[in-house]
């Protein structure tokens, strides 16, 4: 019917109703025929079915909402043997050490500073060895805390004890805390046992950091953390003739015998006391996170010292025989 | 042909007065509705329904015509419409023209501007698609977007801010879209890091991702955050802002520094306008100022400088109802004492440029631009002189929170301090969702981050460090809340 046939004045409201309804279907005719041309398009250029997905990718990717696991199925907190290379120092780091070790790395501490001023007085005497041992006593300093101000109390009996060692026997700067062999990779513990006694505490966890022949612990106990930390192929207890510590030249007794005296007092009772402290100020801060990883020390810890490039860690060289035994065999 | 189309297509899509409407009818039976096409050879106008243009075709044997409506191009010998690459350029090109050049005689509108044109596979992709059929596709029960994040040693404060920039809407889709075009020599851009950062989550890999190289950069370039005490979550997100910012060129690849006219992705989403105006109690002259903010803080009641009354002399409880003395605390009053006018007393006389003189004024925040995503960080952390702790006062917050009585615009209905709730339905533009929860569980002295984040339209999720779990929208309202992010609802054009 032509529009010009229709007349459009007159109250007739027939007429009036049968041209809205033209208009009416003619506008939804013409969006039927867009949606048409836009299938037709589709088609016709192949990317219809485009976004077509398969049944297996789908349900791969499903929410989990069940209780104790996350939404991808998987159980909580198996993540604890994730590492990561430092960009700074291009070190492999556990990635849940990581922000300590930069803070360090980066220089950007409240100790930083002081552990750099002691490297700069001691570096006559010492190789650059050193740093991991002062590594390990910084990952102990647990200053590394939400508001942990107030730790500074704690770390004074350290700090003096520190002062009387200056002249380049930081290695036995861990004494008060001891070590804790959970948080060290396999070449910290290996290198450690070298100059270390380090038979573990059993109230403690922790591995004594006296010499080789320390008192306290019997050659049978050395014999057994080192097959317990580093496999059957932990290397023997070394003699007398073959020690092979980092260098720390001994130029006379006086600091050899003001440093016995404080070892033969009654270490384990301070040990116990800040190891207690920073462990239960761990646990405060992350009540979810139960610091007890694996020990990744059997095949899987050999096959991981492989990863580790021998390249960066510094080289001990080998020092003739020290007088420590003799100075103890003096004493016993 | 250009011409053809341009004439016909085109105008005749809107009517324009230089074309009579009444010339396109059929050459043939007057028709001017049933699919009229346009012979492509010659002047020919003829109807589809009736196939008076397949009569034309034949005896004359031009083979191509044009449907009026769509501008789909019909051949005789194939007998169905086909799609020429050269072609379709052409009519894109004119149809942006013809959009340009539309402006309403009302002027309501400057300009239609671009039309939308949805992403379309090169020949290339299409083969490459056909090849590969396994597909990810983003549904709303789907784990792609979501990852954990592993905790570098007490770094929770950067994952739950890193959960919250991931799951703004506008940040994903700058940099999914590959909208960052990088102009660092070194590696050290955190835009870049920002950019991969996404790639990681929408990589559909389970285990969580370890964000190191992010803090590494972060501690590079704002090294006032590193190794202090101040592992504030909100810090962080300032720092992060500040550095993705200054990282960031505007369009014009000019460096962002100057921060009047930056327009790089960070002050567009996040950048807002905060007015002051300090009114001279002598002469009633205004002195204004507007600066840039990301965020806004909001004191707490419970805190040591007092909460209510919310504005001088009036006490604010005529408001919806509402009384201050019973009920928690909402979101809204927080907001409410932040823009009220106060009172800046005796002994913080300013200058007036009016009276020359030393006046008592009046001072009140009001927002001049909201940003795209609106910050709320609720001060909970108090850090006075005399003591240090953290207030738990429980404040609620809403899903949907509509801004409009804290604008500068709205100021006068609240010179003295009496709050109309005049929302009108049909102005969108200070309407916000809630999108990201930040919440702090713990002392101040030892604490742990996690963030609820909304992913789908109603669907929220807990992000706890490498932990992500469902969560229900009881859970979102209940807790504490911290940093609060809301993403505005409608977004206009410029």
Redesign the interface.
Known sequence: MKMEDMPLSGPDNTRLEALAHDIYSELVEDACLGLCFEVHRAVKQGYFFLDETDQESMKEFEIVDQPGVDIFGQVYNQWKNKECECPNCKRLIAASRFAPHLEKCLGMGRNSSRIANRRLASSNNMSKSESDQEDNDDLNDNDWSYGAEKKSDQNSPRRSKSLKHKNGESIWYNYNTGISYETLGPDEVRSLLTTQCGVISEHTKKMCTRSQRCPQHTDEQRRAVRLFLLGPSAPTLPDADAVETDSFDIPDAQPLMSRLQWEDSDISPTDSASSKASTNHSDSRKPKKKKKPSLPLNSGGSSSQSNISISTKKKRPKLSAPPISSIYDDLA | MRDSYNRFISLSLFLSPSLPAKSCICHMC????N?LHSCLYCVFFACFAKKHIHEHAKSKRHNLAIDL??G?IYCFMCQ????DKEMEQIAKEEQRKAWKMFVCPCKCVPGIGEKYSTW??TKRE?EL??HN?????I?S????G?R?L??????CFMNCIVQALTHTPLLRDFFLSDRHKCEMQSNSCLVCEMSQLFQEFYS?H???H?P??L??LV??HA?HL????Q?DAHEFLIAALDVLHRHCKDDNGKKANNPNHCNCIIDQIFTGGLQSDVTCQACHGVSTTIDPFWDISLDLPGSSTPFWPLSPGGDGSALNGESHTTGATALTDCLRRFTRPEHLGSSAKIKCSGCHSYQESTKQLTMKKLPIVACFHLKRFEHSAKLRRKITTYVSFPLELDMTPFMASSKESRMNGQYQQTVDPFNNDNKYSLFAVVNHQ?T?????YTTFIRQHKDQW?KC?D?????ASIKDVLDSEGYLLFYHKQFLEYE
């Open positions: 007057g028709a001017h509705l699919r409506l769509y789909g169905d419409y086909i799609y379309e596979p299409l698609l056909r059929p396994k597909r990810r596709r549904t029960n789907c784990t792609i979501l954990g592993i905790n570098l040693g007490n770094t559909g389970r285990s969580p370890i190191f190289r803090l590494h501690w590079t090294r590193a190794g202090y005490e592992q713990g101040l002295e030892s604490g742990h999720f706890d490498a932990i992500i779990t469902k």
